[in-house]
């Protein structure tokens, strides 16, 4: 059977969107609406909203190229109708324009203006549903908050099918992109906090605090880990309005941090360089992860240096790999990562330099043992 | 027009299965229009207490039932709206093949998809309902109350690929009031104990030709125009129709079968019956030929389709 294919329009909108979209857009699964499947012209978008993704089914027909897409929302969002107009009579010749209006396949931009329209209105959806909530503390809320620059909400359904309302706020107005150095990171960099609000029962008097909690995407960790962030607490009787300004103050504090550690690394490699020689392999960016080429005698070996968010205050962590040793599958045999050897914050770059070299000294005779004795087993 | 809801929605055995029957041969989605009717069914309340008369009496008249008698699809999509979803009353108005069946929703069959209305389903079935000009009274009613199409019934089929071929469907009936979609059961009226039912609200789908049928006045009053050329030539006309529908069943060979000449008469019938079967054969051997034609016409379709996507 030949090999399942993207029709080359189809394929080209869908590359043009992944590649071009500011949102990390990502794609589930392909799979085929015809009876012999062999044209992929369905497929699962996973569209980052809120802090999480919504699953959207995008329907394409191999048959009829030049058809537009028909999309196919989540399962709970029957009442989710973006272009519908209300009150829409029989003299509808003059409809609003929208993407799927004059939808031309030949060009690739289609998809992406169709998904991030479709988005827009979902996001004044979700936003209208928060509205209708009958709470008076969220009401107030979303009150103070809704001017705030790209912030989203939307319902939840929380355990025991008691309805809760979702933010995502976004932190600091900081261009964290632009304080790196030669940032390779494709999209932009935000903290988000999202916070979760219990619709609220009436009979409480006080109302429960939120569920808090940072989240940043997984790049992010290359420069600043968002787990290290204590968040302050949530006095009772306190609002969004009120707890965020003090949270941005830390975080930003803590993220002017981060990146000046990054500078403090590349000295710190850079120190180490008169002791083990340049170095074979470096991080150049973020400076989290150095190798170096070292012998012993005639045995030669390579040291990884693994260097923390948190660094000089938590030690480096080091692996030394063997270039003359190597396992039945031909892997070359590799140490523990060791991170309690003598070490203080408090020396100077050059001093701790100087002790990781004496510590190496002496572990690379016990993990030329090792290796020996590793190689002794396999025969 | 009125909101009421209906109570469900019948659809035959022989249409259902032809309708799953269209769906699976063709090699990819589907969509048409469905034809019916609505009847008013309202459920005998009998009871031996004298009713309250506090009780409305309009409950129990008002037991709508949509049912759908048959089904018209073309071999592509998105034949009478567009990418948008707005519904074209032309081309809506050239599908049906005549006045007498009426309109009351439509379909959409797509492999592998979720079992949910879609982005644009959603806005044909909205703007189907708003087709004022296709709506009709509903059978068996007290009040006149009218309907506009307002049905949709939806076929897809699960997603991972099953040895065993399962067609999944569900009915809405679209509320205008709401904008949403209410599920509706399904009732399959096979011909069965069952049926007696049914058998009330049975529509024949073949009726009696419209012949222009003018109620004369009193006997006693002259026709101006009765011996004109035109009316004779009409009169011809609907007289060939008539005998036409009637072909072998005259009143005069009718009235032999009863009586002493029954006996006799047997093999007038099974000639009779001859030349009806010689009839369907022939009827048949064309719709096999012109669907042969329709066949390669569409493949030649599809050949053409694919080299505009450049997927040869």
Not at chain 1, 222 to 239: N, Y
Not at chain 2, 250 to 275: P, V
Request: with cysteine.
């Amino acid at each position: 059977m030949a090999a399942d294919t993207v029709p080359p329009l189809i394929a080209a909108q869908l590359n043009y969107l992944l590649t071009h979209s500011p949102l990390s857009i990502k794609v589930d699964q392909m799979w085929s609406g015809g009876k012999n499947h062999n044209f992929l012209d369905r497929f699962t978008l996973l569209i980052p909203f809120c802090l999480d993704y919504i699953r959207w089914d995008v329907i394409y027909n191999a048959q009829y190229p030049l058809a537009a897409p028909d999309i196919i929302f989540g399962p709970d969002d029957e009442n989710f109708h973006p272009f519908h107009v209300a009150g829409e009579g029989e003299g509808d010749a003059k409809s609003p324009k929208n993407s799927l209006s004059d939808w031309n396949n030949k060009d690739p931009s289609r998809l992406l203006s169709l998904i991030h329209e479709l988005r827009e209105h979902y996001m004044s959806y979700q936003r209208k549903r928060v509205g209708e909530v009958d709470d008076d503390r969220l009401k107030f809320e979303v009150s103070t908050i809704i001017s705030r620059e790209g912030i989203e909400m939307c319902m939840n359904s929380g355990v025991e099918k008691s309805e809760e309302v979702k933010f995502a706020v976004p932190l600091m107005d900081l261009d964290i992109n632009k304080m790196v150095l030669g940032c390779p990171w494709r999209h932009q960099q935000k903290i988000h906090l999202q916070v979760i609000f219990p619709v609220g029962r009436k009979y409480l008097s006080v109302p429960p605090a939120p569920r808090l909690k940072l989240v940043s995407s997984s790049e992010l960790k290359a420069l600043f880990s968002i787990e290290d962030v204590k968040l302050p607490p949530w006095l009772d009787g306190m609002c969004m309005a009120g707890y965020l300004p003090n949270l941005e103050e830390t975080l930003e504090e803590q993220v002017v941090e981060a990146v000046s550690f990054i500078d403090v690394r590349r000295r710190f490699i850079e120190a180490l360089a008169p002791l083990f020689g340049r170095p074979v392999e470096a991080d150049p960016i973020f400076c989290r992860k150095a190798t170096f080429l070292a012998a012993s005698g005639v045995f030669t070996f390579l040291v990884h240096f693994f260097l923390p968010t948190q660094f000089p205050k938590q030690q480096p962590a080091l692996m030394l790999q063997s270039s003359q040793h190597f396992s039945t599958q031909g892997i070359p045999i590799k140490s523990s990562q060791m991170a309690d050897y003598p070490w203080s914050p408090r020396w100077e770059l050059s001093q701790m330099a100087e002790r990781v070299f004496e510590f190496l000294a002496d572990e690379s005779l016990i993990f030329k043992k090792y290796c020996n004795e590793s190689q002794l087993q396999q025969h | 027009m009125d909101e009421l809801p209906l109570q469900k929605i019948a659809i035959s055995g022989p249409t259902l299965a032809s309708l799953i029957q269209r769906i699976s041969s063709s090699s990819g989605d589907v969509d048409g229009l469905l034809l019916g009717h609505v009847t008013n069914n309202p459920s005998s309340n009998l009871s031996d207490d004298d009713p309250s008369p506090s009780s409305p009496s309009s409950s129990a008249s008002t037991a709508l039932i949509a049912t759908i008698t048959s089904f018209i699809s073309s071999s592509s999509t998105s034949t009478f709206y567009d990418f948008t979803g707005r519904v074209d009353a032309l081309s809506l108005r050239r599908l049906l093949p005549s006045s007498s069946l009426l309109l009351i929703g439509w379909f959409s069959a797509r492999r592998k998809t979720p079992l949910r209305p879609s982005l644009r389903e959603f806005s044909v079935t909205s703007s189907l309902s708003t087709k004022s000009q296709f709506s009709f009274p509903v059978q068996n009613s007290l009040t006149s109350i009218n309907f506009s199409p307002r049905l949709f019934l939806l076929f897809t089929t699960p997603f991972s690929d099953q040895i065993i071929h399962t067609h999944e469907y569900r009915a809405y009936q679209f509320r205008v009031s709401s904008n949403s979609f209410e599920p509706k059961s399904i009732d399959i009226v096979n011909i069965g104990p069952a049926f007696r039912g049914h058998y009330g609200s049975f529509c024949p789908n073949s009726p009696f030709p419209a012949l222009a049928c003018e109620m004369r006045g009193s006997p006693m009053a002259e026709d101006k125009d009765e011996g004109s050329l035109n009316y004779t030539s009409r009169v011809a006309k609907d007289q060939r129709e008539l005998d036409m529908c009637a072909e072998g069943f005259e009143i005069g060979s009718l009235s032999r079968l009863m009586g002493s000449e029954a006996a006799n008469y047997t093999a007038g019938l099974e000639d009779l019956y001859e030349k009806m079967l010689a009839k369907l054969e022939s009827l048949a051997r064309l719709v096999e030929k012109s669907s042969a034609k329709v066949l390669e016409q569409e493949s030649h379709n599809m050949k053409l389709r694919y080299k505009a996507a450049g997927l040869d």
